[in-house]
């Protein structure tokens, strides 16, 4: 029933909640005073809203970005920027500063360029290129065409020169890789010597450190806590939420104080490509179903969606209990079991061999389950931390899930 409907009611009985949007009858909302004619005056949101409300976790509205050192800062604490560029951004972390020297001109801390010339209301995103054609005006307003590398731009506006330094190397080696913390400052004997070979990267002490300018983490990192708790907490018939978020729940410090998650979010966050990346309980939680700092870890959702395996698959001749192991299904034709996978990479699922027991089904799924595993982490290996890799390799594929 809607606002719209109230017509004809019987308000001293009904009444409209300002949150839900439901007409309920008054037995739904809390008395707040009663006047001086002894009329009972009643709270605009109902009793069930207000509950809502009241767990609903409080969330801080000052911005949070990361420093150089992967220290979280307050917005007042880091650079300014000005500029807001109105394009797609690769992710929530990326942030676009204008090109000093320029009027038209902005570069992201991922290196991609973007210009307004032929429109001030929109914006140009060039092809990534290793340097860039631009517009410059000196003091007295003359403009002057000039080209300019783009690890040299980079440098200027997102790394710290204290020892100015004029070369600049990539870390991981790839000269497409604009990402401001995949460059460093290092001398011109430091860098003679990595591109001849004779030394490595892992042979220079390296002290970059980086100019940081506000970007959207913030809200992204609200909102991933904010499904994380409805899911834990707010399940009911009308939500959609998968049966492996059964008895889940968040930590008592998250749970508490929003702020923490935010932080350990911003702090273990990285890009993968193209890649949604997830908060995952399932690679270090051992079975656990809560969410906390030892339990989590980021990864991009294809990672996460190859670990999430929890659906039960009920043999209609057993008890409940005796639901069939991860990946196992019953064929009630022949009475056999038989594993079923949707290997890497692949959109249809793959039926494996039929066996006489669930037991033996599960054997030949669980060897197949961990290869793909296995090929997974070995393709996303130079993306995902030392960490996650490694555990990718250890994980051991259960035929239960541990209550």
Not at 100 to 124: A, D, M, Q
Request: aromatic residues 14%; proline residues 5%.
């Amino acid at each position: 029933m809607s606002r719209k409907d109230l017509t004809g009611l019987d308000t001293s009985k009904y009444r409209y909640c300002s949150e839900c949007g439901k007409i309920l009858p008054l037995c739904h909302f809390e008395v707040s005073s009663i006047n001086k004619n002894k009329t009972k005056i009643y709270n605009q949101i109902c009793k069930r809203c207000e509950k809502n409300r009241q767990l609903k976790p409080k969330m801080p509205t000052k911005m949070k970005v990361l420093d150089e050192n992967n220290n979280v800062q307050f917005a007042e604490d880091i650079e300014e920027n000005d500029n807001p560029i109105n394009v797609k951004l690769i992710n929530v972390f990326e942030t676009f500063v204008q090109i000093e020297g320029t009027y038209n001109y902005w570069i992201s801390n991922y290196g991609r360029v973007v210009n307004n010339l032929r429109n001030p209301f929109k914006y140009h995103v060039h092809s990534v290129a290793n340097h860039y054609t631009m517009n410059f005006f000196d003091i007295d307003g003359s403009a002057n065409m000039e080209d300019h590398y783009t690890k040299n731009l980079m440098g200027k506006i997102f790394l710290k020169n204290p020892n100015n330094y004029t070369k600049i190397w990539f870390i991981d080696g790839d000269k497409n890789n604009f990402y401001y913390k995949n460059l460093v400052y290092v001398s011109s004997k430091d860098y003679d010597d990595l591109m001849y070979g004779r030394k490595d990267i892992d042979d220079i002490e390296i002290k970059q450190e980086y100019y940081e300018y506000p970007n959207k983490a913030r809200s992204k990192a609200y909102a991933v806590y904010q499904g994380i708790y409805n899911r834990c907490y707010k399940r009911d018939k009308y939500t959609n939420y998968h049966d492996c978020y059964d008895g889940a729940t968040i930590c008592k410090e998250w749970l508490e104080n929003p702020e923490l998650f935010i932080d350990w979010y911003l702090e273990n966050y990285y890009p993968v490509k193209d890649e949604i990346m997830v908060v995952d309980k399932d690679l270090f939680g051992n079975g656990s179903k809560e969410y906390s700092p030892d339990n989590c870890c980021i990864v991009p959702v294809t990672i996460n969606a190859m670990l999430t395996n929890c659906k039960k698959h009920d043999n209609p001749a057993h008890t409940a209990a005796s639901d069939l192991p991860l990946g196992v299904r019953y064929n009630p034709d022949t009475h056999m079991y038989y594993g079923e996978i949707t290997p890497f990479g692949h959109d249809e699922p793959a039926k494996l061999e039929e066996w006489n027991t669930p037991e033996e089904a599960f054997e030949e799924y669980r060897i197949i389950k961990k290869a793909d595993i296995t090929v997974m982490a070995v393709k996303y290996k130079n993306y995902i931390p030392q960490r996650v890799f490694d555990a990718l390799i250890r994980y051991e594929v259960k035929p239960y899930i541990e209550d």
